[in-house]
Every structure is written in C-alpha cells, then in structure tokens.
C-alpha cells in the first residue's frame, strides 16, 4: 500500500498552499524501524498559512496532531519542513 495518499489526505486538513511529501524508506534499508515495501521513513515540506505566528516545534506538533495514529505505525521517521507562504 502506497502511504502517500493517505498522508496527502490527513495534512489537507492544515489548507496547505504547497504540499511535497516523500518516501525516503530506501535510503534507510536496513536501519531500524525499516520496513520491507517502505512506508516508513518520510519527508514533508508543507506551505501553510496555519503556521503564522507559531515557532518551529508548534508547527510540527500541527503535523505530527494531522498525521494521528500513522505516526505510531507505519511511520518510523519524519523530516518535517513547516513554513508560511512567505518564508518559502
């Protein structure tokens, strides 16, 4: 199962401007939390207009809050990039 439909659908609920999500799971075979078939190591580059006025750790929280229970089980790693439209 490809995961990342189902995380474009989960971070839609921060209106993102801008959305680049990425399986990075390859360049971790073999690492722990790797799981055959990927889905497990990710990279988020979101634009939202949610992350005015809020620092850095406040921003993730947002993601980490929009992505639920994925973050338990599939994801093992998430590189997070949460900036407002003028900081991109």
């Given at each position: 199962m490809n995961l990342e439909p189902v995380l474009r659908a989960r971070l839609a609920a921060l209106s993102?401007?801008?959305?680049?999500?990425?399986?990075?799971?390859?360049?971790?075979a073999g690492h722990a939390g790797a799981a055959p078939g990927?889905?497990?190591?990710?990279?988020?580059?979101i634009?939202?207009?949610a992350?005015?006025?809020?620092?850095?750790?406040?921003?993730?929280?947002?993601?980490?809050a929009a992505?639920?229970?994925?973050?338990?089980?599939p994801?093992?790693?998430l590189q997070i990039r949460a900036l407002v439209p003028g900081e991109a």
């Open positions: 993102p401007e801008s959305l680049e999500i990425t399986d990075d799971s390859a360049a971790h990927g889905n497990t190591h990710w990279s988020v580059a634009v939202s207009r992350f005015e006025g809020k620092p850095t750790i406040a921003r993730h929280r947002m993601v980490y992505l639920g229970e994925l973050m338990d089980n994801i093992h790693a």
